[in-house]
């Protein structure tokens, strides 16, 4: 199959230190014989890159390599730009993904390096950039792309325990491990849970304020800060939320932990009144 490279005036609009970027990384990939395709993913795809976006990029690694060695893929980057740092993802359990800053102008790209054998499965339908025999737009063809949906029974297991857990933060006085903790709610549970009523991707409480106002402002009110009423506040405004995210989406199969939902309450209202708040 002869060699395929997207033309540029099928490109979405973009900044141009964004489109410079792109032509250099295509022309990098290109010369390496290590290499045999790249994609672009998330706002590329979604046509909405503007000069605050990243570029995520799928760099294929030709044959069935699992890996390029850590060295060859930042040889690759620095092929790409002006390469100002550069560190590998298993901090997102992605050991496989190069984090980039380029500059100037400054630019984030997220390049992830992996075989054709590996395009599938995957979370998004990236546009194929330049294939050079084909092999990506095949693997691509024999896969479709599925993004993972909050898993209501996973989060019904664990928020009553981590309700419980915040409470002892506030009680004790541990504020900026409850401010952090409450973070962790929105990004598991109650920005997923959200995003998925409105019909958006659920990740985490990316994009939230693209719903309708109320949402991100009804979120918005488990933002505490450093000071125990705005640490409970906020937690009590979290169950109420989670509350009613759990009535619009559980199934009939959902195993609710009414026990531990009651208990985790109470011990909650019961610091709050041991620190003089009102329930």
């Given amino acids: 199959m002869p060699e395929f490279l997207l033309p540029e005036s099928e490109w979405p609009a973009m900044p141009d230190s964004h489109r410079a970027f792109l032509a250099s990384a295509l022309s990098a990939c290109r010369e390496s014989p290590m290499l045999c395709g790249l994609a672009a993913g998330g706002s590329f795809i979604a046509n909405r890159l503007d000069r605050y976006s990243d570029l995520d990029l799928l760099v294929v690694v030709a044959g069935s ?10 040889q690759v980057a620095s092929r790409m730009g002006p390469l100002l740092a550069a560190f590998t993802g298993e901090h997102v359990n992605e050991p496989r993904l190069v984090i980039c800053l380029y500059g100037p102008p400054l630019l984030h790209v997220d390049l992830k390096f992996l075989p054709a054998a590996q395009l599938n499965p995957r979370v998004e339908d990236p ?7 084909g092999e990506v737009r095949h693997a691509l063809a024999s896969g479709t792309a599925a993004y993972p949906v909050p898993d209501l029974q996973w989060i019904e297991d664990r928020f009553w325990v981590w ?6 933060k506030i009680g004790r006085g541990e504020l900026l491990e409850a401010v952090d903790f409450l973070g962790s709610l929105r990004k598991l549970a109650l ?6 009523r409105g019909g958006a ?4 409480v990316r994009r939230i304020e693209d719903l309708p106002p109320g949402v991100a402002s009804a979120l ?3 933002v505490a800060s450093y000071d125990r009423p705005s640490c409970y506040r906020a937690l009590s405004l979290a169950i109420t939320l989670y509350r009613e995210q759990r009535m619009a989406l559980a199934s009939p199969s959902l195993v609710r932990r009414s026990a531990a939902e009651a208990a985790s309450v109470s011990y909650l209202e ?3 009144r041991g620190l003089g708040f009102e329930p």
């Fill in 163 to 168: 309700v419980h857990y915040a409470a002892t």
């Fill in 65 to 74: 390599t699992a890996a390029l060695p850590r060295s060859a893929r930042e």
């Fill in 220 to 222: 918005s009110g488990t």
């Fill in 191 to 196: 920005g997923p849970l959200a995003l998925q």
């Fill in 270 to 272: 019961a610091v709050g």
């Fill in 201 to 204: 991707r659920p990740d985490g």
């Fill in 127 to 133: 546009t194929v950039l330049w294939d050079r025999d």
